[in-house]
């Protein structure tokens, strides 16, 4: 016989290949696990101790990455991109796959850290052996030459600076204000619990969680540090992205690494990991997927594009527009080819550039059927896309009887709610931006971008920098007639128009915001290749990258100075994010003095004026939203100190938080004339309660914390406050979740 065996059977050798791989990084995984675990069991007390948590760390979440792209190959059944654009769909596949599972968890009660250990050992194993499938496809062949591949090098660094110190700045920090309300508390809930449970007050806990699940299976494996980390991966996830859509279908690389680096240079991109980043890594990964299947056909990049639309709603209420943006192009597509008399759509000859208007199109000569033509590739997408934000529609409603709580609430109601919070939630956002007027909504782009003098929640909490203004006209001028451009800015428009008509939050606009900073990184890009051999490019040039690199610098400049700083912090023993960090949230150290002197799980606390109570280790609640606050709202329900008494202790209240630090950068806001009087008079009961039946005993960085110590009275509050108010909590007495 010639040839040897793996010649002979490719297939045998991919196998052979991916058990070995899947054995080491389950092995790795294992190993990982348990000197974390010994790490974390015990006070590091010099730097290098401190160095090898951190390595270990680094070490397991790259192992989880990497195990979510083996995981997500697995589901691409052809090969339909090259290494880097597959790459990034699978990580997005397997880690929608690890949320589902981590769901599962929950919903059935087995939530805990040895079974997520178990799952991320097997998770690294079936990871592995779906890395070969990379393996395979390299051999292939080499991609070809792209535009701008020899500049590549210098874009590729400017972006590692923004990105990196992206990394740094998720290890270094205490728990912000959106990690103590419900980033880090409700999964260290549904840790201690060992599922999902009802969480008094906290709205947060019944709105989709789907970011949530990941810190979930993070937290219980290796701390905030881990979940931090893993949850930064969505940044370069972005960038990937990116790169894969110029590259794919412009045949520009440096396009893609001039988009990344202009979406980072935004000040709210500075902020630390948080969950607008994976809504956006979700908004691309649905959007990369259809553009996929409008080339090939294959049904599963449609199914693809579902889930990542699916996990865009399931990661927060605002991802319903990020997946409505690609239900959008999907219909008009279908609705045009149908129009066309079946047409479908040509694959892209590789390396095409960015004016073949003739890989679009083809006649494919299929069934004419409705079905076939316009209600299958729906129901592929839609299917996917419905599952994955079910669970969460199926939660809410069994815990608070509305399946979208608190959004509907004059339809479906719900505890722990009023009609006055809801109209002054609602109210308060609307007022986010600079009016709502015809000429507003025009001019929104220029307002977002040069209004940056004014800060806060009043205007758009965050500006953008004015790249979008700059490059996109001339790539409109360069591009209009090519009809991948025009996907794309309709994608853009679309995703800014539903913006504009919700809260405008600069935040809620990062995954249309991509898709313009593609449109301005193409821009960018075809001006400096246009400039290329002709004397202008020793002005086109360096004029295009010099403003690309100010704009930047601009938002990163001051962290990037700062990170010596604060990687020295980082290294210094006994560090950990829960207790220590450079930035801390204000009642930090209030609930770091609960947890030092009251014996864990024996209290029950009211935290007022809190925005959230991880990492306490008791039971408590606490007002969702500053715009609209619900301990305000039960005390004027109460009408009077004594009911308010009788409500508490019914329900096993022993402490209470108060914080009398102002808020910087926001405002009391109220609707209407109403829920300013509801407010001051539920603030005058609250004031006698503490005066009457608390007792002061001590006060941490301007947070009082008092003890309730009057007796249990002997009536009960008011039947219809206790049902309407916390009512599962029935005052059986205080203990674990």
């Not at 994976?278 to 409008?294: D, H, I, K, M, P």
């Not at 301005?520 to 040039?541: D, F, H, N």
């Not at 990687?567 to 209030?590: C, F, H, N, R």
């Not at 008092?706 to 009512?727: G, L, Q």
């Amino acid at each position: 016989m010639s040839g040897s065996p793996n010649n002979d059977n490719p297939a045998r050798s991919v196998r052979r290949s991916g058990l070995a791989a899947g054995t080491v990084l389950a092995f790795a995984a294992a190993l990982c696990l348990a000197l974390l675990g010994i790490c974390r069991g015990r006070a590091t007390t010099s730097t290098p101790e401190r160095l090898f948590e951190i390595t270990l760390t680094f070490a397991l979440a790259a192992l989880m990455i990497a195990s979510a792209a083996g995981c997500g190959r697995l589901f691409l059944i052809k090969r339909a991109g090259e290494f880097l654009d597959d790459f990034a769909v699978s990580c997005g596949v397997g880690i929608c796959a690890l949320i589902t599972i981590v769901i599962g968890l929950c919903a059935t009660g087995t939530l805990g850290r040895p079974g997520l250990a178990v799952v991320a050992i097997v998770f690294a194993l079936v990871g592995g052996y779906g890395l070969a499938r990379f393996r395979r496809n390299d051999e292939q062949g080499k991609p070809p030459a792209r535009e701008g591949g020899r500049g590549a090098i210098f874009w590729i660094a400017v972006l590692v600076a923004p990105i990196s110190v992206w990394f740094l700045t998720g290890q270094f920090r205490g728990p912000d204000v959106d990690e103590i309300a419900y980033h880090f508390a409700v999964p260290v809930i549904y840790l201690e619990h060992g599922g999902f449970c009802n969480i008094p007050f906290n709205v947060y806990s019944n709105m989709p969680l789907g970011g949530e699940m990941l810190f979930t299976f993070c937290l219980g494996l290796g701390g905030a540090s881990l979940a931090r980390l893993v949850m930064s991966f969505f940044a370069p996830g972005i960038a990937l992205f990116m790169v894969a859509i110029t590259r794919r279908w412009f045949g520009d690389a440096r396009a893609g690494l001039i988009a990344a680096i202009l979406f980072f240079a935004n000040s709210c991109c500075c902020y630390g990991p948080y969950v607008d980043f994976a809504l956006t890594f979700w908004f691309l990964l649905s959007l990369y997927a259809f553009l996929q299947w409008r080339d090939c056909g294959a049904g599963n990049r449609l199914v693809i594009s579902g889930f990542g639309a699916g996990m865009c709603m399931a990661t927060k209420y605002t991802g319903l527009f990020p997946a409505a943006t690609v239900g959008l192009l999907l219909l008009l597509h279908l609705a045009f080819r149908n129009n066309a008399a079946g047409a479908g759509l040509k694959p892209a000859p590789t390396g095409a550039g960015p004016d073949d208007a003739q890989a679009t199109d083809r006649i494919t000569g299929g069934s004419s059927s409705i079905i076939a033509c316009f209600g299958l590739p729906a129901l592929q997408w839609a299917v996917p896309a419905a599952l994955m934000i079910a669970p969460w529609l199926i939660k809410n409603h069994m815990f608070t009887g509305n399946p979208v709580y608190p959004m509907l609430y004059e339809v479906f109601g719900g505890p722990d709610w009023t009609p006055n919070l809801h109209r002054n939630l609602l109210a308060w956002h609307r007022e986010i931006g600079v009016g709502r007027s015809f000429s507003d909504y025009l001019l929104l782009p220029w307002n977002v971008a040069m209004h940056f003098d004014r800060v806060g929640y009043r205007y758009f909490a965050g500006f953008l920098s004015p790249a979008h203004l700059i490059f996109v006209p001339p790539g409109l001028i360069l591009f209009w007639r090519n009809r991948r451009f025009r996907i794309l800015l309709a994608a853009s428009v679309l995703g800014w128009v539903f913006w504009s008509l919700g809260s405008q939050q600069v935040r809620f606009l990062l995954p249309a915001l991509s898709v313009t900073m593609i449109l301005a990184g193409l821009g960018a890009s075809r001006m400096m290749s246009l400039a290329s051999g002709k004397r202008a490019t020793v002005v086109v040039k360096p004029i295009v990258s010099t403003i690309v690199l100010v704009l930047m610098l601009s938002v990163w400049r001051e962290y990037i100075l700062l990170s010596p700083q604060l990687l020295s912090a980082i290294l210094e023993p006994g560090y950990s994010v829960e207790s220590k960090g450079v930035i801390t949230a204000p009642q930090t150290d209030a609930i770091n003095y609960a947890n030092k002197t009251i014996p864990p799980w024996t209290g029950r606390f009211l935290l007022i004026d809190f925005n959230g109570g991880y990492p306490l280790n008791q039971q408590y609640v606490f007002e969702s939203f500053y715009e609209a606050p619900q301990i305000r709202e039960l005390a004027a329900d109460c009408s009077s100190p004594e009911a308010l008494h009788c409500l508490l202790a019914s329900k096993g209240f022993t402490h209470v938080m108060r914080q009398t630090r102002e808020r910087s950068g926001l405002e009391r806001f109220f609707a209407t004339p109403e829920a300013e009087q509801r407010f001051n008079a539920g603030q005058r009961i609250l004031d006698d309660y503490l005066t009457r039946f608390c007792a002061l005993r001590t006060t941490e960085n301007q947070v009082e914390i008092y003890e309730i110590i009057t007796d249990r009275p002997s009536r009960e509050a008011p039947p219809e406050i206790m049902k309407h108010w916390m009512p599962e909590w029935t005052g059986t007495g205080p203990g674990r979740w």
